[in-house]
């Protein structure tokens, strides 16, 4: 006598959907890695190209949709290139593009920026969830290049620059620049060796950059150790001072 088996039909139904999603996987595999290849290659050239046009050599870039950031040389600071916004349409509050990267501080940032309409868009810096410098909405008309430093606080942080639109449906686009980036992460200061009247004060920092040692007895004063200004060749500066009579702090400055 047959045998039924009532659930044949379906299982030959499930291994002929099995055979069929392993040929699709077997086709689409290759086409979702090269997709994925091409996106990553584009993401690539993207960070390359804002960090020639931003110029910080050290900083690594990223930008988000729905109107990316990119590299333009016809509205600049630095009369090369810079990196531009937008253009972003007035009228849906709220949407927002970013760019971003990240920097272990502390330290100091300095960057040129400017809003074709101040008006109806915004342009702000944001260290983690706290925005340290803002221009726009509300203003009146186009900004010009305007220049910020700003200090950024200790340990891992990401800067995020966030272009939005705040204005009602009949206002015009608006775009958004930035040029000059710089990241100068604050020196650090050791004193390996006390050795009769002297001390040992070791600074390192950003190659090439110039830094000043001061000292302080309470901590609310501080003053300039005679001769103690140098640059940071390759990185790295040693210096050599008096030893005080009493207790004393010293720290590191950065000077232009
Ligand atoms: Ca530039």
Redesign the pocket.
């Known amino acids: 006598m047959k045998k039924i088996f009532p659930n044949c039909e379906g299982e030959r139904i499930s291994r002929s959907r099995r055979s069929g999603l392993r040929r699709a996987i077997s086709v689409l595999a290759p086409i979702l890695s090269i997709a994925l290849e091409w996106l990553a290659r584009a993401q690539t050239n993207v960070s390359i190209e804002l960090r020639e046009?931003?110029?910080d050599t050290n900083l690594v870039w990223s930008t988000s949709e729905p109107v990316a950031w990119g590299r333009q040389l016809a509205e600049?600071?630095?009369g090369?290139?810079?990196a531009e916004g937008g253009p972003l349409r007035a009228g849906i509050v709220a949407v927002m593009t970013r760019l971003s990267t990240s920097v272990v501080g502390p330290g100091r940032l300095s960057f040129w920026w400017k809003l074709e309409d101040a008006e109806c868009f915004q342009l702000s810096l944001q260290v983690g969830t706290d925005p340290l410098a803002t221009i726009g909405p509300w203003n009146s008309g186009a900004t010009n290049w305007e220049a910020q430093t700003v200090a950024i606080p200790a340990g891992a942080q990401e800067l995020k620059w966030v272009f939005q639109t705040f204005c009602g449906c009949d206002s015009p686009s608006g775009r958004a620049w930035l040029?000059?980036v710089k990241y100068t992460p604050a020196p650090a200061l050791a004193i390996p060796n006390q050795k009769g009247d002297s001390l040992t004060i070791e600074v390192t920092g950003r190659a090439g950059i110039g830094v000043q040692a001061e000292f302080s007895t309470d901590l609310v004063s501080w003053a300039p150790l005679p001769l103690a200004q140098l640059t940071l060749e390759d990185g790295r500066g040693v210096l050599q001072v008096p030893k005080p009579d009493s207790n004393a702090f010293y720290r590191v400055v950065t000077v232009p």
Do not use: G, S
Request: hydrophobic share 25%; charged share 45%; aromatic share 0%.
């Open positions: 046009a931003l110029d600049t600071h630095d090369t290139d810079a040029d000059e």
